[in-house]
């Protein structure tokens, strides 16, 4: 089945600086891989995804890039804002399948 | 407001008893799932289902059943809950295909003692 690896674990950012998730996923055959953001004590929100016949896809500060053929896909945030502050899951998904998720991004932005 | 509600947000049970988690949404969506999430262990696909009274094995399906007899509703059963089964559980739904994004509950913090 399909596995998702993410890193780094922790990220500390100065707010202003720009933050780098990058995740790897393991068959070829995954076509949708979104983004979930989970504030403490919240529920994980979607915040941005892509899908496999798309190599980019921005959102404001938010984008994804896609490497099919390295199997890996990043999240880029710019200009971090304190309230950037929040666990970040990466998933992956193969057509009638359910998502795989990466094991999670603690995103910290100081002022 | 589409929603996917977790009838309870906090729950306590004696090891060895059976526990029900249920999930209900109201955005007419054919999938819905469950997972676990326990700290650096991400989210973990317990059960998920594509249609009423149908149910497919995720990643970690030991210990636990689904059951799905309504479109809207999916309830995640502990048959004999365990220590090891303490956790928070999330339940969540989708629209059909392969490229929709999920929609969470809020989730059940259980603990079994």
């Known amino acids: 089945g399909e596995n998702v690896e993410q890193h780094p674990s922790t990220l500390s950012v100065q707010e202003g600086d720009s933050a780098v998730i990058k995740c790897t996923y393991s068959d070829s055959a995954s076509n949708y891989f979104p983004w979930y953001k989970q504030e403490l004590g919240k529920r994980p929100q979607l915040i941005i995804d892509i899908r496999s016949n798309v190599g980019e896809k921005k959102d404001q500060r938010i984008a994804v890039t896609l490497n099919k053929t390295a199997k890996h896909f990043s999240l880029h945030i710019t200009e971090t804002q304190p309230e950037d502050s929040a666990v970040y899951f990466c998933?992956?998904?193969?057509?009638?399948?359910?998502?795989?998720f990466g094991k999670g991004t603690t995103l910290s932005v100081s002022s | 407001d589409v929603k996917v509600t977790q009838s309870s947000r906090y729950l306590v049970k004696r090891t060895g008893e059976k526990v029900f988690l249920e999930c209900v949404q109201d955005m007419d969506h054919e999938n819905m799932f469950w997972y676990r999430q326990d700290p650096g262990l991400g989210l973990r696909l317990i059960y998920f289902?594509?249609?009423?009274?149908?149910?497919e094995k995720g990643d970690i399906p030991e210990g636990y059943s689904v059951s799905r007899e309504k479109k809207e509703r999916f309830s995640l059963i502990l048959e004999s809950a365990s220590t090891n089964q303490t956790s928070m559980y999330l339940c969540?739904?989708?629209?059909?295909?392969?490229?929709?994004?999920?929609?969470f509950g809020s989730g059940t913090r259980l603990t079994v003692v």
């Open positions: 998933a992956a998904r193969m057509a009638g399948t359910a998502l795989i």
């Open positions: 969540a739904s989708s629209r059909p295909g392969s490229n929709y994004g999920y929609t």
């Open positions: 289902s594509y249609d009423v009274k149908m149910k």
